[in-house]
């Protein structure tokens, strides 16, 4: 049977209102795992359709929300007060979850330019660009956010 309530039982030292955002932050880590399965989701149907998925407003309005909405996300959990009543080990995990959703949803743009834009060399090599780009700042991320978890830790040796 799986374990409810994870954050809950998993910290017993956090007062009421870390405890309310620790179950508000678990209700975001399976948001994620909803946009993850409708990114995956939304690149089948992208590639499966004869047509051009990016024809109607509606895709692009899903693509760009899918894309964004996970990253100001990350953001908000990264830097906003109220979340910073949860350590930063806490919270590290579903910041990164969040940008890595967001790269997907980005690396989507090279699948589709493949299949729509097959000769067109220009547009395959910015979107690649712009896509290692953000991957190599995703990394970057996870190295300084893990510093900053040992080092509020206040661990010298762990």
Known sequence: MMKQNMIFSDYPELNEKAR????????????????????????????STPDNLFDTFSS???????????????????????????????????????FGLSLLTLSTVILFGIRLHPYDFGYLLVSSLVTVGYGLFILWLYFRLSHRAEAEKGELFP
């Open 20 to 47: 309310a955002t620790a179950a508000s932050l678990q209700k975001w880590h399976q948001l994620l795992l909803v946009g993850l399965g409708a990114v995956i989701t939304y690149a089948i149907l992208g590639l």
């Open 60 to 98: 692009v309005f899903l693509w760009l929300m899918l894309l964004l909405a996970p990253a100001v996300g990350g953001i908000v959990i990264l830097k906003f007060p109220a979340w910073q009543s949860l350590p930063l080990s806490q919270r590290k995990e579903t910041i990164l979850y969040s």
